[in-house]
């Protein structure tokens, strides 16, 4: 639930807000020079950043696809010829759900990811949807079907539609026509998000933060893994600080649920809270910008920093604290 927002969860918005808990993401990811693949050339050779593919492939790009509003790609046209739609709703910056019903009146619960994570789902096959190559599974039981179509290999990520249903069977085929579709509506460049003007939107979180930030945090070598088009994860030898851009509830809002402290980060106001167990864990979130039409008020900034085994003394929330400083002159002017 949007208004219980997770403190040391590590799914967002670029993993699936899960219709089914059974069926989480793989966030494990490596960095390199990244490949988006073409839209009508399947898996073939790497492409170079930035510059226009056949079939229309910069329009599936990371910086293409993070002003992509994932509610428009749930056309209700499509979705009416299995039933009746429901409102789509805008759970986050890449994230949309419409949970309508058949005729038959049996539930039929679509989530759409752009950006998703696409490592633990990969092609097999031949098998396309809208020019892209696609991995489809379904659960055991048949009560749910996830279909990626993968926009760039390295890393590893695409346009995933998740659709579930408390009746089994016969939902890859409805999964495959709505994400036929949306695949569609991102090569014509539909309408994209409504931002206001300081939206951490376009930012890229695997380059924002800069490398001596990162370096004094969590020590020199750390990996930088993007798991969402707005969340990247830097590990480095059991110690591991997370960034993550994402719609929800202004921090302060929650605050007294959260059981979280409010802290001035040089004037800006921010939700912290922290843990020394077993691990040394401290997130910080605050509020950068209002946002509207979702479930969510505002554009939020996430920094959670994890040490797997606490050194004597460490307080976590000193570290993050110095890590906000260094990010927010690197944020957006509201």
Not at 171 to 183: F, G, N, W
Request: proline share 7%; charged share 20%.
């Amino acid at each position: 639930m949007r208004a219980s927002r997770r403190w040391w969860a590590v799914a967002v918005a670029g993993g699936l807000v899960a219709v089914l808990a059974a069926c989480g993401t793989d966030l494990a990811r490596s960095s390199g020079p990244r490949s988006t693949v073409p839209a009508a050339e399947g898996l073939a050779g790497p492409a170079t950043t930035g510059t226009p593919q056949p079939g229309g492939g910069d329009a599936f790009s990371a910086a293409s696809l993070r002003r992509v509003n994932p509610c428009g790609l749930l056309d209700e046209e499509v979705l009416a010829q299995f039933g009746t739609p429901a409102r789509s709703r805008l759970r986050d910056f890449g994230l949309c759900s419409n949970y309508m019903k058949d005729p038959a009146g049996r539930d039929l619960n679509f989530t759409l990811t752009v950006g998703d994570s696409s490592l633990a789902r990969k092609p097999e096959g031949s098998l396309k949807v809208g020019g892209l190559p696609t991995a489809e599974s379904e659960l055991d039981d048949k009560s749910a079907c996830f279909l990626t179509a993968i926009t760039e290999t390295n890393p590893s990520r695409g346009i995933t539609i998740q659709l579930g249903s408390d009746t089994p069977g016969g939902l890859c085929d409805p999964a495959r026509k709505v994400l036929e579709s949306a695949v569609n509506e991102v090569r014509d460049a539909k309408p994209p998000l409504e931002v206001q003007k300081g939206s951490l939107v376009d930012l890229d979180p695997c380059t924002t933060l800069d490398d001596a930030t990162i370096t004094t945090a969590i020590g020199d070598g750390a990996t930088k893994n993007p798991t969402s088009l707005h969340t990247c994860a830097y590990n480095n030898r059991g110690v591991a600080l997370r960034l993550d851009f994402t719609i929800s509830n202004d921090p302060d809002d929650l605050a007294e649920a959260a059981e979280t402290t409010p802290v001035d980060l040089g004037g800006i106001r921010a939700q912290q809270k922290s843990e020394v167990r077993s691990s040394a864990r401290c997130e910080l979130s605050w509020a950068h910008v209002k946002f509207e039409g979702a479930e969510g008020t505002s554009e939020v900034v996430n920094l959670d920093f994890t040490r797997y085994q606490p050194q004597a003394g460490e307080d976590p929330c000193t570290t993050l604290q110095a890590v906000a400083k260094a990010l927010i002159p690197k944020l957006p002017q509201t």
